[in-house]
């Protein structure tokens, strides 16, 4: 075939081809972050081929010294000027910065605490740690492009490292049943995503953020229709990712089956992930007005129905829940719909609302979350994990430090005033307020009225005795769970204390 | 006409070599039936029975293995095609993000081998030394059986 082409045009489609796509210019340190943690993943790999007879510690040595690097270089950046590179596909400004970081730190936190776990469990595998840090590189990638090419394969590389992740436990039913599940319904929304993208694509010709808003025509009939079916579908796509209600049937499932660890690394670097994709196409439609106007009157009324949902539907099916990993999954989805109001609120008004509080949110959302998972993962030994209430029994005399800890993080997915749950959902309800959206306000506060009945049973069953446990006894602290419960307990009062100096740092004056 | 008369040939051509290979191999080859060798899929999978039975994946890995180094094909030629008649600032640029691309897949390539992935019979199971537990070898041999037993399966 080619030679065939070669003889009537070749050399000049060559030549084409390669006028079409210029070698673009390159600014190593915006993407210097995403291939550490890329490379610190091959490391590992390197290092569980070298050494498949050795116990795991080695990689995840490797593994933390990348991550801390990686977070190195991100916050040498955040002086740096906005910028975008690699012919528009990676963006660097302090949003993307930002979301990275907590994507390494999430990860960080996760790694602590896997391998005593993992072990208690009996699937300790090298490639859990690369598979990791690969799913963090897909969650880091989608905040720092405003390519929708580059957002959605970011979802997939976060993905696909998920699916098998959440299937590792390779005896276990519920665990291959979750990741079965995983992986057909999230290859279904990334379908919707990707048609999504390309309606958008059909109606303006190109993929780019920007490009796409400068082409808004709001009189062509056929071109609004087109841009709006395109943005239905990817809404549909990213709210699939980040478990809004009528997409969040598949969480509950997923995140009880999986892995403790991998769900704690779920429900906290896979949703920022899909938050900081959410946020940057909804604020791509806001900053042009007609656009902004359009898409209010379509879309806000949807999302505002979405984020009602999320919250109550999240709320009260939890109260219901016998199994610990469960209610956590859907506390998870609530905590979603908490996070969709602040960006809701950003996007109604953004010259009011800044993206502080959903940053914010995010960071104390991931402490509490892996913290409360990190606890409930001691009930595994012996291969064996039960996750039900009862089997939490009793833990308050095996390891006193963990359920303290366990109480903060209660404390903190409830509200209760010191700890950073309850000054984010604070700000989370002025911004509400501040951009004329009581009703989600309102939802909101009695949401979290509801949330501490079924929080409280968590801690509760922490401290009854011991008698219908299914693991008589569970594991030992270890040390990586201890550090990652201390850094996420710690955290969780650090970030209330130094509020006004990190949300600086974070996102530069409020 | 003329510009198509290329993809013409092409059909014509798979067109013909695939119906030569399924009749010559009719006509041509040994006839010894079994009924295992009648069933649908005569290697692989049993067709009939319970769905929630274990079967090998061996031949899926092979498959998914293959299809990956088609797929490096694909992309190595036509990224040639281009390279052939570029400029020197676009070669050396493509050049790089290829050898990028070519020692990720190299890496991931030696992975696969080293654990014994496309190994027929081999079973594999977790080394204790990743369980933090002493070397079963090192085990006198009632205490290593317990070991295995208990062990990662």
């Known amino acids: 075939m080619y030679n065939l082409l070669a003889q009537t045009d070749g050399n000049g489609l060559a030549k084409r081809l390669a006028e079409a796509f210029p070698p673009p210019t390159i600014d190593w340190p915006s993407i210097l972050p995403i291939a550490l943690v890329v490379c610190t993943g091959i490391v590992a790999l390197i290092v569980e081929m070298l050494r498949p007879r050795q116990n795991n510690n080695a990689i995840i040595g490797f593994s933390l010294v990348g991550l801390f690097f990686a977070g190195l270089s991100l916050t040498s950046q955040f002086a740096s ?27 960080g936190l996760t790694i602590l605490f896997s391998d005593g776990y993992l072990r208690a469990k009996r699937i300790p595998f090298g490639e859990f740690y690369p598979l990791v840090l690969w799913s963090a590189s897909g969650a880091m990638m989608m905040a720092s492009s405003k390519n929708l090419l580059m957002i959605f394969l970011g979802i997939e590389v976060l993905s696909i490292s998920l699916y098998v992740l959440a299937g590792m436990s390779k005896t276990e039913t519920k665990s291959e049943e979750s990741a ?52 239905g579908l990817m809404l549909f796509g990213l709210a699939f990712k980040a478990a809004f209600v009528p997409f969040h049937q598949w969480t509950p499932d997923v995140y009880q089956g999986a892995p403790t660890n991998v769900t704690a690394f779920m429900a906290a670097g896979s949703k920022i992930g899909a938050m900081a994709a959410l946020w940057r196409l909804l604020s791509a439609s806001t900053t042009n007005v007609d656009l902004g106007a359009t898409f209010q009157s379509y879309w806000m009324p949807a999302l505002f129905w979405i984020a009602i949902l999320t919250m109550t539907v999240g709320n009260l099916v939890a109260l219901v829940q016998k199994d610990v990993k469960r209610t956590l999954g859907y506390s998870s989805i609530a905590h979603a719909g908490y996070i969709l109001v602040g960006i809701l609120a950003h996007v109604n008004n953004p010259e009011k609302v800044g993206i502080g509080t959903t940053v914010f949110y995010l960071l104390s959302y991931s402490l509490m979350t892996i913290g409360a998972f990190a606890v409930v993962s001691l009930t595994a030994k012996n291969g064996k994990e039960g996750t039900r209430f009862e089997d939490l029994h009793g833990l308050w005399k095996r390891s006193p430090f963990a359920v303290g800890c366990l109480i903060v993080f209660v404390a903190s997915l409830i509200g209760i005033p010191p700890t950073s749950g309850f000054f984010g959902k604070l700000m989370i309800f ?69 509020f006004n100096p990190l949300m600086n740092w974070l996102v530069g004056a409020p | 006409m003329g510009d198509y008369i290329a993809i013409v040939i092409l059909v014509g051509l798979a067109a013909v070599i695939c119906g030569a290979m399924v009749s010559l191999s009719f006509v041509l080859g040994p006839k010894n039936t079994t009924p295992y060798k009648q069933s649908p899929y005569e290697c692989g999978v049993q067709p009939l029975g319970d769905a929630r039975e274990r079967f090998p994946i061996k031949f899926y890995l092979v498959a998914m293995l293959f299809i990956l180094f088609d797929i490096e094909v694909v992309f190595l030629w036509s990224w040639l095609t281009v390279f052939k008649n570029a400029d020197l600032a676009y070669q050396t640029f493509s050049f790089g993000a290829v050898m990028v691309y070519m020692v990720l897949w190299i890496i991931g390539d030696a992975y696969v081998i080293r654990v014994n992935a496309i190994d027929w019979d081999e079973t594999t199971s977790l080394h204790p030394a990743k369980l933090g537990e002493p070397d079963p070898a090192a085990l006198p041999v009632t205490a290593r059986d317990l070991e295995l037993v208990g062990g990662a399966r």
């Not at chain 1, 690699?86 to 400004?93: A, E, K, N, S, T």
């Not at chain 1, 911004?431 to 306000?441: F, G, K, Q, Y």
């Not at chain 1, 506060?445 to 801690?459: D, F, R």
């Open chain 1, 180 to 231: 079965l599940k995983y992986f057909l319904l999230g290859a279904f929304a990334s379908a919707f995503l990707l048609y999504g993208i390309a309606f958008m694509y059909g109606a303006t010709g190109s993929l780019h953020l920007d490009a796409i808003r400068s082409a808004w025509n709001p009189n062509d009939e056929a071109f609004r229709n087109m841009m709006l079916f395109g943005m």
């Open chain 1, 430 to 498: 002025n911004d509400a307020l501040a951009s004329d959206l009581m009703p989600l306000a309102i939802v909101l506060a009695v949401n979290s009225v509801l949330s501490v009945y079924y929080y409280v049973g968590i801690a509760k069953a922490a401290f009854v005795d011991a008698e219908g446990a299914r693991t008589p006894e569970s594991a030992p602290m270890n040390l990586g769970l201890a550090a990652t419960c201390l850094l996420c307990a710690g955290g969780i009062f650090a970030v209330v204390i130094l």
């Open chain 1, 81 to 107: 000027p906005d910028l975008e590179s690699f012919g528009g596909m990676v963006l660097r400004d302090r949003f993307s910065l930002t979301i990275q970081l907590l994507v390494v730190m999430v990860t």
